[in-house]
């Protein structure tokens, strides 16, 4: 009842071109900078989430890139490693080592006759994605394990078998098949059985477990060759890491290009994020300017009815919270109406990125909602400082 | 509620106040609750001035004044806006109604900031006896100075008080109007117990006074 009374006296007599325009104004800016913070967001589920995990993206195998100048020398200094290590993209990192001996597999049965010369690397267990209690190994085991490359399979069963007539082969009955192995070196020879136990999409060697390689190495390797490691495989969260793709070329490294594809994509995103949240961030600062203009005209003509209003004794508080009461609640719809507008677009986002395989939320990320909180609370506190200041001015140039 | 002066000296007096003699600036007065108190002042003596230190519309003036134990002087705007809600009400010379509003609104706006003291219907029954109520709802720019004059009155009446300030209340009413009115003011002190100060330019008997000070 008072409040229309109030709303009576206090019109809105500082013109509705210039609310449009705070309006119009702070919803634009509310929309770029909420999609900012949904793109962000979008960017880092498709890194994080349990959907897009890419396993392969996230394990990179590392090596100098081969040139003129260094070929024959192609090894990782201890300092490249260490510098590596240090590097913020890098959660853990470790040596593939090379087999120094000859090796060469053969086959058990007549029925099905193949054999190869292989080499072997090796790498800490916690890098490699085959899951198998058949992954160890020691002297008195009766076969030794290893992991094929996927590619491998897919070599020999769609070219390597129709060039030879041989028959095509499952990941089943490769597993079951055991096979002899034989190294030589330091003028030994020694032989056992061998079994396919995984493949691996990761990393594309020969792997056998990591003691069977420090064995046979110290045993069989025919010279005092080089220590340090050529390749590395490093753990990363972000294979799309700008910084990743930047580290490796200023140092002229590489590594599976296919993988740090998405630091391209980054890089767009990364843009179109900093350019949309900065002219976000400014035009709001020039909406509230705006805003902060319009409260301030309505005060100042209605100078007389609010010191009027203050003399029959209405407090300046009270006033205060009536005039808060009148311009904030556009505020709030506005940012409803920009949430609204960025759930659309949203929703029409991940619909088309499914035909993609990209797979998207449908719906806002948490942290949208908490930057439209955070800038509804800058917008309120912008209001009542505003309104508490130009109450007091008022009152003191009584 | 006892309403204290103490050696006020307003600026804009301070030479006047230093050649004549007056009851009231710069003297130490005290006026006890619910006590009338009528301040008879001639033009230029500053009664308007006084009303509005009175009610702390200005401040510009030495010594102080003293509202038991709250001095105006230091009292912050809550504490202002709670003295004029329940313990001081106004009745100014210029009325200060809102014009756009009409006369009932002006009352309500008034009525409704302590609307479990005085009903709607207390509005209607004033209106009736001074006369105003079929002019309730005209605005007020649209109402004659005597009908605005009572409307600020049975404004001034829809509070608690304990001091009612009445400048020249009564300049443009008739005998019979202000018979009326201060009949209407008298039973509203004595209901509140509460004391009043009028102010005016010539002696009057508008009310059984207690004291009659000349400024």
């Given at each position: 009842m008072l409040d229309q009374l109030l709303k009576k006296l206090i019109?809105?007599?500082?013109?509705q071109t210039k609310l449009v325009l705070a309006v119009i104004g702070l919803s634009i800016a509310l929309i770029l900078i909420l999609s900012a913070v949904q793109l962000q967001s979008n960017y880092y589920e498709l890194l994080n989430g349990k959907k897009n995990q890419d396993s392969v993206a996230n394990f990179l195998v590392i090596n100098k890139a081969l040139t003129d100048q260094n070929v024959g020398a192609s090894s990782l200094s201890g300092a490249q490693l260490n510098d590596l290590k240090k590097q913020a993209f890098t959660e853990s990192i470790g040596s593939l080592t090379t087999s120094r001996y000859k090796a060469s597999i053969q086959s058990n049965s007549q029925l099905f006759p193949f054999y190869t010369d292989i080499a072997f690397e090796s790498v800490p267990e916690?890098?490699?994605?085959v899951n198998t209690k058949d992954w160890k190994w020691d002297e008195q085991a009766a076969f030794l394990p290893i992991i094929v490359p996927n590619q491998f399979l897919d070599f020999y069963n769609f070219q390597y078998s129709f060039s030879q007539n041989l028959p095509q082969l499952t990941p089943q009955v490769v597993k079951m098949v055991s096979f002899k192995v034989t190294i030589q070196g330091s003028g030994q020879n020694h032989s056992l059985n061998g079994r396919v136990v995984g493949f691996s999409n990761r990393i594309s060697s020969m792997l056998v477990p990591q003691p069977f390689m420090d064995w046979a190495n110290s045993k069989f390797a025919s010279t005092n060759m080089i220590q340090q490691p050529s390749r590395v495989i490093i753990k990363t969260?972000?294979?799309?890491?700008p910084a990743l793709t930047d580290y490796l070329k200023k140092e002229g490294l590489i590594t599976d290009s296919d993988k740090t594809r998405f630091s391209r994509y980054r890089q767009v995103v990364d843009f179109v994020v900093n350019i949309s949240s900065v002219t976000g961030l400014l035009m709001f600062t020039f909406a509230l300017l705006i805003f902060s203009l319009f409260i301030q005209l309505t005060i100042e003509s209605c100078k007389e009815e609010i010191e009027l209003l203050i003399l029959i004794g209405n407090s300046p508080k009270n006033i205060g919270r009536f005039l808060m009461k009148r311009f904030f609640p556009p505020n709030v719809y506005i940012v409803l109406i920009g949430l609204m507008f960025i759930s659309i677009a949203q929703y029409l986002l991940a619909d088309y990125l499914v035909s993609k395989q990209i797979i998207l939320s449908s719906f806002l990320s948490l942290f949208t909602f908490l930057a439209a909180l955070l800038l509804l609370i800058v917008i309120s506190i912008v209001n009542y400082i505003t309104i508490q200041k130009y109450l007091r001015i008022k009152q003191r140039t009584k | 509620m006892n309403l204290i002066l103490d050696r006020l000296i307003p600026y804009s007096l301070k030479d006047r106040i230093a050649s004549s003699s007056s009851a009231i600036w710069n003297q130490i007065v005290t006026f006890d609750e619910s006590n009338k108190i009528k301040i008879e002042a001639p033009s230029g003596t500053g009664k308007t001035t006084l009303t509005h230190i009175l009610y702390k519309v200005r401040a510009d003036y030495t010594g102080s004044i003293k509202y038991d134990d709250l001095e105006l002087g230091k009292c912050n705007e809550d504490a202002l806006a709670e003295l004029r809600q329940h313990h001081l009400s106004i009745v100014f010379q210029d009325l200060r109604l809102f014009p756009e509003l009409t006369a009932f609104e002006n009352i309500e706006i008034k009525r409704l900031l302590t609307p479990q003291f005085s009903t709607q219907e207390l509005v209607f029954e004033m209106a009736e006896a001074l006369g105003v109520a079929s002019i309730l709802d005209q605005k007020i720019r649209f109402c004659s100075f005597g009908e605005q004059q009572r409307i600020a009155i049975i404004r001034a009446l829809m509070q608690p008080f304990n001091w009612l300030i009445l400048d020249e209340p009564f300049s443009h009413l008739d005998q019979e109007n202000i018979k009326l009115a201060s009949k209407l003011i008298a039973s509203a002190c004595e209901k509140r117990n509460a004391g009043l100060v009028i102010m005016g330019l010539n002696k009057d008997h508008y009310f059984d006074y207690s004291k009659e000070l000349v400024l």
């Open positions: 019109k809105n007599s500082a013109g916690e890098f490699i994605d969260k972000d294979a799309g890491s | -």
